[in-house]
């Protein structure tokens, strides 16, 4: 009974080797072998729901195709005839006819809403799933905003179409039946009347053209303010700041008025659209009553009878315009359809595993630059190069590189005909590519060994559990404070507050009147930097994970607030493996052992101590941060004292 | 961890053990009913769906409230706010508006003609005229009415037209009010507010209020002088026959009645849902990496479900609401058709009533199902319109945190003098702090996070006016300059790298919009080494930048940024580096910038960074909101404080 929204299943099942698969049957997962064959399993999914609103629809539509046949008969035998039994009989009919075809228009309109909500948001799920089971995989290779259109307003399209198969298909057996009926009483009005209706229909399409057109520049240049208002509070804080609100503040206003002119001209369009339709169907009306007085006058036809037709001609339309709308909504659930499957055609690259290698805990080796991480210290990779310390900590945790070209997966509005099958087309050969990319570097070894064992051999999901890769980019996600530093529920509170403690998180706490409960804004928004940067190292903390690999950690936070952690996180993690990326001294103290990182080959290591005394790029490196000792870690810095220089410096030591 | 830190621990985080809840989050669940598979059998269905309505309701009507009440960001108009402000809009363009509504009526009285002279035709053949003549005249009275169709035709698209053009002038009206709104928010609440929601308003909201002045508005004139002309074309035609209508107007009132006292709470709850589903999936793809790392699939996929259950539970709470109204829209629209009949035949036998009134009177029945539809779909259009420009108009209800004096200062000598502030009531983060910067300067503030160093930058940028004490710049108060003359005197240098939508020329000169010529212009960019690659651009400084047009790398827009400040030219700069970060890569790249922009000024900087503070003239040291030493790098070395112990632990 619980129509909508549908169970997904698909894409969620983790197999022992880490990749997907479906966990039902084949159906569940979608067609995406090409857009047509994906919209029609998408209907055939509901084929159900698309059945009864068919018939609904119907239902609902026969008071408008039956009753100006019973109220023939009523004027014709009844009224007319002064028969008072006729007249009551045919109208108890109608009146039943109404009841129905209400009842069937509320059942109807909700269950044709209920196709469109269970289409839509089978696609929002199935986006959902996908981005899960590919997750870094797949953020490296489609832009995310055209992942969230494809859950959004291409999802809503496809909840367009589903809604309005049934539609059509209703449309289609109401204009069968009435043509049957006008076509019985009187052939040359019938004829008439349904060669005229489609015909206005297809007479108002010219003027529909413009409209579209018009309706499209309005919403390009609609979008373009919607980006400039955005743009504008993004940029408040400088606007008010430092100044410029006259500038923009009449940019917007210049450009809402070109909105403007576009929504008259659309506007326009439309009341062109209206008007014509007043015109022919009044045009319509007209010639119908020529044609059926003189044949009433000639006795072919009966009063009744014509005003029967007047009811069918204005009945007619409905089903006329909704093939129309139909075959719009087609076109579009198409092309939405052609970026969905670029999506939901992706799988994850990873190999599949004849037998999962059972793995002790021991040395972490990178062996392509050489780093040896032993277990249960606190190993620190340092290079004047924050990419390169990066790129170690990704292949550590057995991610993808992240420097590959997004593309996008739909393309420009404006190319038409040739053009924009030449860009669809391009679009699947640089996918192709980069499945291909990935899949190259995801299969065989991977480079990376744990107690000696190629952690390609280790089920991913357990190497995801034992290695941990905090980055640069980490998330803060919005909820409660408590449910952003335990997301899982797996850790006691006295935990927690030993996590936030070595994070030294306190001013934080401070800053939440609620405690726990106290409410996160999406993407940590409201919290400073160091703020949010160290909620994610609690975050990473309360884990406990065997392999902790944290990128440059508190490059966002003050030196004092950097020493606390820095005594702090040691003890935490006392007895588990800890690798970091930073160049701060006050870290490089606490460090079991150090690794200095030229060109991503590790050139020497050792204590912080020792490599101060004997290696001079390193000490280049940490000494003056690293802004004036670039890669390859040349000179030592000519210190140049000024406040100028350094505090250029200390920026170079900051990342977000 | 020994015992002696957890003990520590407990202190530290009051209320911990009050606000922690064991087991998964309860906050955002929906109610167990609502999630069930209702059973399948007719009377525990009914009582089930009714019970679940009723609860659906109740979180709607939450929801309303939620939206009306925000317990964060900015306020909420009142509802009589917003129709003055309505009001006034309409007034402003009252010719056209008169215009739309005779124009309207014209359309509809015409249109309201034919089923008159439809019904006349038809009574003359039914009376048994015939021949020629008769025809000759039917054609005649075709022709006429091909003709008043044509008047409507024009009379509709001149009626159409006008709306969109009251429609449209309205709505940019409305919204540029609203961004001029924006643009004119006190500095302090822009620094507090927060941007989504202020996104939101200036999105959604923008589009809801332009929706209803658009297209809600003019339709509902449309219909209700289509349905009102329609309605005495009935009683015109046979007051008879149109008796049954009476009826059905009164039950139509109360069911759309009934429909709009809720419908409007479900929707904007609806709305609501649906934004918090975007947000959430947002997250979780931008995001994907970390919830792969965290192994947070499964509970970001659980929270998604959730926020889909949550808006399909306020689907079938209006789905419910509509097809409640449809059922007695539906009765009461078609069932006159039946009563027609029956009030036909008695009139007709009685002699009250032709053939060709009946007939006129079953065209206008169907003639008034559209205007109908019109008015239900545009008053509710029309109440969640209200409801987003109360939000909107609430960004020019926040009141002014300062007020400009005719005090110029006197020189450049910017103090702080006992200065305490507390974001929230009872919690002074800075207590007392005096300050005399001196001209030329470069003071370094170090200290701990949340010691207060921040805010005290943020009070001698004057963004915030202190609880207690003052911050003066020449010897006048910074809180009552106004903010043209502020920031040509002192600066928070943020370098958030925003680039704005605009040309370069724009994005450049800020501060001195009314008063920089290209010439300024290059001369900044020179300082701050940008000139190079600006010249090279295709279009110079009349270049397209920001989002969507020509791409800056972040070192462009960083230096861009900086000759912002440059234009400016203020004496003073608070360079705060929590909210100043930028990649390595960039930092390097704008270092000659940057150096050439402090150069010669008096500079604050709030330190992260050691270096920062050895390289400064005196170093203030922040702690819990007091300055606890304060003296050159050397001097603090020899008096052993906190500075001198961090230092050792720095450079040992």
């Known amino acids: 009974m619980k129509l909508f929204p549908p169970d997904i299943h698909a894409y969620t099942q983790v197999t022992s080797t880490g990749a997907t698969a479906a966990a039902r049957p084949d159906e569940e997962v979608p067609d995406t072998r090409s857009p047509l064959r994906f919209v029609l399993w998408l209907l055939w999914q509901q084929k159900g729901l698309i059945a009864i609103t068919t018939i609904l629809i119907s239902v609902w539509w026969l008071p408008g195709s039956l009753n100006p046949r019973i109220l023939t008969m009523v004027i014709d035998q009844g009224i007319i005839a002064g028969n008072w039994s006729v007249t009551w009989r045919w109208t108890l009919v109608m009146v039943a006819i109404i009841v129905v075809g209400v009842a069937a228009n509320t059942a109807a309109s909700n269950i044709s809403v209920s196709s469109w909500l269970v289409s839509m948001f089978r696609v929002t799920k199935l986006v959902a799933r996908k981005v899960t089971q590919m997750s870094h995989v797949v953020t490296r290779r489609v832009p995310a905003g055209e992942m969230l259109s494809v859950a959004s307003s291409d999802a809503d399209a496809f909840g367009a179409i589903a809604e309005s198969f049934g539609r059509v298909l209703a449309a289609f057996l109401s204009f069968l039946l009435v043509s049957v009926i006008v076509l019985r009483e009187h052939v040359m009005l019938g004829l008439v009347m349904?060669?005229?209706?489609?015909?206005?229909?297809?007479?108002?399409?010219?003027?529909?053209?413009?409209?579209?057109?018009?309706?499209?520049?309005?919403?390009?240049?609609?979008?373009?303010?919607?980006?400039?208002?955005?743009?504008?509070?993004?940029?408040?804080?400088?606007?008010?700041?430092?100044?410029?609100?006259?500038?923009?503040?009449?940019?917007?206003?210049?450009?809402?008025?070109?909105?403007?002119?576009?929504?008259?001209?659309?506007?326009?369009?439309?009341?062109?659209?209206?008007?014509?339709?007043?015109?022919?169907?009044?045009?319509?009306?007209?010639?119908?009553?020529?044609?059926?007085?003189?044949?009433?006058?000639?006795?072919?036809?009966?009063?009744?009878?014509?005003?029967?037709?007047?009811?069918?001609?204005?009945?007619?339309?409905?089903?006329?315009?909704?093939?129309?709308?139909?075959?719009?909504?087609?076109?579009?659930?198409?092309?939405?359809?052609?970026?969905?499957?670029?999506?939901?055609?992706?799988?994850?690259?990873?190999?599949?595993?004849?037998?999962?290698?059972?793995?002790?805990?021991?040395?972490?080796?990178?062996?392509?630059?050489?780093?040896?991480?032993?277990?249960?210290?606190?190993?620190?990779?340092?290079?004047?190069?924050?990419?390169?310390?990066?790129?170690?900590?990704?292949?550590?945790?057995?991610?993808?590189?992240?420097?590959?070209?997004?593309?996008?997966?739909?393309?420009?509005?404006?190319?038409?005909?040739?053009?924009?099958?030449?860009?669809?087309?391009?679009?699947?050969?640089?996918?192709?590519?980069?499945?291909?990319?990935?899949?190259?570097?995801a299969a065989g070894d991977w480079g990376v060994t744990l107690d000696g064992v190629d952690i390609a051999q280790i089920p991913l999901p357990e190497v995801r559990r034992r290695i941990q890769v905090s980055d640069a980019g980490a998330v803060v996600f919005a909820g409660t404070l408590q449910s952003l530093i335990d997301p899982l529920h797996s850790h006691s509170r006295d935990q927690a507050e030993q996590a936030l403690w070595a994070a030294s998180a306190e001013d934080v706490w401070d800053a939440f009147a609620d405690g726990w409960q106290g409410r996160i804004d999406e993407r940590g928004r409201g919290l400073s930097g160091g703020q949010r940067q160290r909620m994610v190292l609690a975050r990473s903390l309360l884990l406990d994970p065997e392999v902790l690999v944290l990128v440059e950690p508190t490059s966002a936070v003050d030196a004092h607030t950097e020493a606390r952690i820095a005594e702090r996180l040691p003890d935490f993690r006392s007895g588990r493996t800890t690798i970091m990326t930073t160049v701060s001294p006050l870290w490089l103290r606490q460090a079991d052992a150090i690794a200095f990182l030229v060109d991503g080959q590790v050139l020497a290591s050792g204590s912080h101590a020792d490599l101060m005394a004997n290696c001079p790029p390193y000490r280049a490196v940490v000494v003056r941060d690293d802004s004036q000792a670039t890669a390859g870690g040349g000179d030592a810095a000519s210190a140049s004292p000024t406040a100028a220089d350094s505090t250029a410096d200390h920026l170079a030591g900051e990342r977000r | 961890?020994?015992?002696?830190?957890?003990?520590?621990?407990?202190?530290?985080?009051?209320?911990?053990?009050?606000?922690?809840?064991?087991?998964?989050?309860?906050?955002?669940?929906?109610?167990?009913?609502?999630?069930?598979?209702?059973?399948?059998?007719?009377?525990?269905?009914?009582?089930?769906?009714?019970?679940?309505?009723?609860?659906?309701?109740?979180?709607?009507?939450?929801?309303?409230?939620?939206?009306?009440?925000?317990?964060?960001?900015?306020?909420?108009?009142?509802?009589?706010?917003?129709?003055?402000?309505?009001?006034?809009?309409?007034?402003?363009?009252?010719?056209?508006?008169?215009?739309?509504?005779?124009?309207?009526?014209?359309?509809?009285?015409?249109?309201?003609?034919?089923?008159?002279?439809?019904?006349?035709?038809?009574?003359?053949?039914?009376?048994?005229?015939?021949?020629?003549?008769?025809?000759?005249?039917?054609?005649?009275?075709?022709?006429?009415?091909?003709?008043?169709?044509?008047?409507?035709?024009?009379?509709?698209?001149?009626?159409?037209?006008?709306?969109?053009?009251?429609?449209?002038?309205?709505?940019?009206?409305?919204?540029?009010?609203?961004?001029?709104?924006?643009?004119?928010?006190?500095?302090?609440?822009?620094?507090?507010?927060?941007?989504?929601?202020?996104?939101?308003?200036?999105?959604?909201?923008?589009?809801?209020?332009?929706?209803?002045?658009?297209?809600?508005?003019?339709?509902?004139?449309?219909?209700?002088?289509?349905l009102v002309v329609t309605l005495i074309g009935i009683f015109v035609n046979s007051w008879w026959l149109a008796l049954p209508l009476v009826l059905t107007l009164a039950v139509m009132t109360w069911a759309v009645r009934d429909y709009l006292r809720v419908a409007p709470a479900g929707y904007i709850t609806e709305g609501a849902a649906y934004s918090r589903l975007n947000t959430s999936l947002t997250e979780t793809v931008e995001g994907a990496r970390s919830v792969e790392a965290l192994g947070l699939g499964r509970r970001r996929l659980d929270l998604t479900d959730n926020d889909i259950e949550s808006a399909s539970q306020m689907e079938r709470y209006t789905m419910a609401l509509r097809a409640k109204l449809f059922t007695w829209q539906g009765l009461a629209g078609q069932l006159p058709m039946a009563a027609v009949a029956i009030m036909g035949f008695i009139g007709y036998s009685q002699g009250w009533v032709t053939l060709g009134q009946i007939t006129a009177a079953t065209v206008y029945l169907q003639q008034m199902n559209g205007p109908i539809d019109r008015i239900i779909m545009t008053v509710n259009q029309m109440q969640i319109g209200v409801s987003s420009t109360s939000r909107l108009l609430g960004i020019a209800a926040v009141p002014a945190d300062r007020q400009t004096s005719d005090q110029r200062p006197a020189d450049q000598h910017l103090v702080g003098r006992d200065l305490t502030f507390a974001y929230r009531p009872g919690r002074d983060v800075l207590h007392d702090v005096s300050l005399d910067l001196r001209p030329g300067e470069r003071l370094a503030v170090v200290g701990p996070s949340g010691s207060g160093k921040s805010t005290l930058g943020r009070l001698l940028a004057g963004i915030n006016a202190p609880r207690q004490g003052v911050v003066e710049v020449g010897g006048v108060d910074v809180m009552t300059l106004p903010l043209q003359q502020l920031r040509t005197e002192v600066a928070l240098v943020t370098q958030e790298h925003h680039v704005f939508v605009g040309t370069i020329r724009d994005n450049v000169i800020l501060a001195r919009e009314d008063a920089t010529s290209d010439e300024a212009v290059w001369q900044a960019l020179t300082a701050v080494e940008a000139d190079g690659w600006v010249s090279r651009m295709p279009d110079g400084l009349d270049t397209m930048i920001g989002s969507g047009r020509t791409a800056l790398t972040p070192g462009q827009a960083q230096q861009v940024a900086l000759a912002r400040l440059v234009i400016a030219d203020p004496h003073t700069l608070v360079l705060d580096e929590a909210t100043s970060l930028i990649d390595p890569t960039t930092a390097r790249e704008v270092e000659g910038s940057m150096s050439s922009l402090l150069g010669g000024r008096t500079v604050v900087a709030i330190a992260h960074r050691l270096h920062t503070a050895h390289d400064a003239d005196r170093i203030a040291v922040v702690i819990d909101g007091r300055i606890a030493e304060l003296g050159s790098h050397d001097e603090l070395l020899a008096l052993g404080g906190e500075y001198a112990k961090l230092w050792m632990a720095w450079t040992s």
């Open chain 2, 1 to 226: 961890m020994n015992q002696q830190e957890l003990v520590q621990g407990d202190a530290l985080f009051e209320g911990s053990a009050q606000t922690w809840v064991d087991g998964p989050d309860q906050a955002d669940a929906l109610p167990q009913e609502l999630l069930a598979a209702p059973a399948l059998r007719f009377w525990p269905l009914l009582k089930g769906f009714t019970s679940r309505h009723r609860r659906r309701a109740s979180l709607a009507a939450a929801g309303y409230q939620a939206s009306r009440h925000p317990k964060r960001g900015l306020p909420i108009a009142e509802n009589s706010t917003v129709s003055r402000f309505i009001g006034r809009m309409i007034k402003e363009r009252h010719w056209l508006a008169f215009g739309l509504i005779v124009a309207n009526c014209l359309a509809a009285i015409t249109g309201a003609i034919m089923p008159q002279l439809l019904g006349s035709m038809i009574d003359r053949v039914a009376a048994g005229h015939s021949g020629d003549q008769l025809m000759a005249w039917v054609t005649g009275l075709c022709a006429v009415v091909l003709g008043l169709m044509l008047v409507q035709g024009i009379l509709t698209f001149l009626a159409r037209r006008l709306a969109a053009i009251f429609g449209q002038g309205m709505v940019a009206a409305g919204r540029e009010y609203v961004i001029r709104a924006v643009l004119k928010l006190p500095l302090s609440k822009v620094e507090t507010a927060s941007t989504g929601d202020l996104v939101t308003r200036v999105t959604r909201d923008v589009g809801n209020m332009g929706a209803m002045v658009r297209w809600a508005m003019p339709t509902f004139v449309i219909g209700v002088v289509s």
């Open chain 1, 194 to 441: 349904l060669i005229a209706t489609p015909l206005i229909v297809i007479l108002t399409t010219p003027a529909l053209r413009p409209l579209q057109r018009a309706q499209m520049v309005e919403r390009e240049r609609s979008s373009k303010l919607t980006g400039m208002a955005v743009d504008i509070v993004s940029g408040l804080r400088i606007l008010r700041g430092v100044g410029g609100e006259r500038t923009f503040g009449d940019n917007y206003a210049r450009q809402s008025q070109s909105v403007r002119q576009a929504g008259v001209r659309t506007g326009s369009w439309w009341a062109v659209v209206d008007a014509m339709g007043t015109v022919t169907n009044g045009a319509l009306l007209v010639g119908l009553t020529w044609l059926g007085l003189r044949e009433v006058q000639l006795g072919h036809l009966t009063i009744g009878e014509m005003v029967g037709f007047f009811g069918y001609a204005m009945f007619l339309q409905r089903p006329v315009q909704t093939f129309f709308d139909a075959f719009q909504k087609w076109t579009a659930s198409l092309v939405s359809a052609e970026k969905t499957i670029g999506l939901l055609s992706q799988e994850p690259p990873w190999p599949a595993q004849s037998s999962a290698a059972v793995v002790a805990e021991g040395q972490l080796i990178d062996h392509p630059s050489g780093f040896v991480a032993d277990p249960g210290q606190l190993t620190i990779i340092v290079s004047a190069v924050p990419d390169d310390s990066a790129a170690l900590a990704d292949r550590l945790g057995r991610y993808l590189p992240a420097d590959i070209e997004r593309v996008d997966l739909g393309v420009s509005r404006e190319l038409k005909g040739s053009a924009e099958k030449q860009e669809w087309q391009k679009r699947a050969a640089a996918r192709a590519q980069q499945v291909r990319q990935d899949e190259t570097l």
